[in-house]
């Protein structure tokens, strides 16, 4: 289960009450940030611009690829470890906006993760230290620490258990 907080709005869908939920230069400047660094091929510049501007939690040596999108509107709410690769063109999302209300969900990368390309995150996320995510998978639910997950909607292939099982065989 995701652990979102949940706000119920009136009348229009909750998009149209999106800067009630949070400010339009806040927004404006996320953007300018995230656009930045997304083109940026420098490593360390791109988590300081997430670290300094967007108030992003980001660990020593974790890595965004090229056209990784985080949040613009909640990025504080994101949170990676240590030694982390974030694969190409990966959106990581801390909110959702539906029709009759918006989700707001803090999201937790471990270290030594694995994130591959085009992948999405949703908000109330937990991925464990040590966990492969594979390429194009939906993350919709927490992902166990040493876990190799992938799919839409994402499956567990292997658990961590099984990994070690796996690799003492070869």
Same mark, same amino acid.
């Given at each position: 289960?995701?652990?979102?907080?949940?706000?119920?709005?009136?009348?229009?869908?909750? =998009?149209?009450?999106?800067?009630?939920?949070?400010?339009?230069?806040?927004?404006?400047?996320?953007?300018?940030? $995230?656009?930045?660094?997304?083109?940026?091929?420098?490593?360390?510049?791109?988590?300081?611009?997430?670290?300094?501007?967007? @108030?992003?939690?980001?660990?020593?040596?974790?890595?965004?690829? =090229?056209?990784?999108?985080?949040?613009?509107?909640?990025?504080?709410?994101?949170?990676?470890?240590?030694?982390?690769? $974030?694969?190409?063109?990966?959106? $990581?999302?801390?909110?959702?906006?539906?029709?009759?209300?918006?989700? =707001?969900?803090?999201?937790? $990368? @471990?270290?030594?993760?694995?994130?591959?390309?085009? %992948?999405?995150?949703?908000? &109330? /996320?937990? /991925?464990?230290?040590?966990?492969?995510? %594979?390429?194009?998978? =939906?993350?919709?639910?927490?992902?166990?620490?040493?876990?190799?997950?992938? &799919?839409?909607?994402?499956?567990?292939?292997?658990?961590?258990?099984?990994?070690?099982?796996?690799?003492?065989? %070869?």
């Amino acid at each position: 289960m995701r652990r979102t907080e949940r706000y119920p709005v009136e009348g229009a869908n909750s =998009l149209w009450h999106i800067y009630k939920t949070v400010p339009f230069w806040k927004v404006s400047k996320n953007f300018l940030v $995230i656009q930045t660094a997304r083109y940026t091929p420098f490593l360390p510049m791109k988590n300081w611009l997430y670290r300094q501007f967007l @108030g992003m939690k980001i660990g020593k040596e974790t890595s965004f690829a =090229l056209m990784v999108m985080p949040d613009v509107m909640f990025p504080e709410r994101i949170q990676v470890g240590d030694n982390t690769v $974030i694969g190409y063109n990966t959106t $990581i999302l801390a909110h959702e906006y539906l029709i009759e209300e918006y989700r =707001l969900g803090d999201v937790s $990368i @471990g270290d030594r993760v694995m994130i591959g390309a085009n %992948s999405t995150i949703l908000p &109330g /996320i937990k /991925i464990g230290d040590g966990a492969i995510v %594979s390429a194009a998978t =939906l993350v919709h639910k927490d992902v166990p620490a040493g876990a190799f997950v992938g &799919g839409n909607p994402m499956k567990i292939i292997y658990t961590a258990e099984e990994m070690a099982v796996r690799q003492a065989k %070869s």
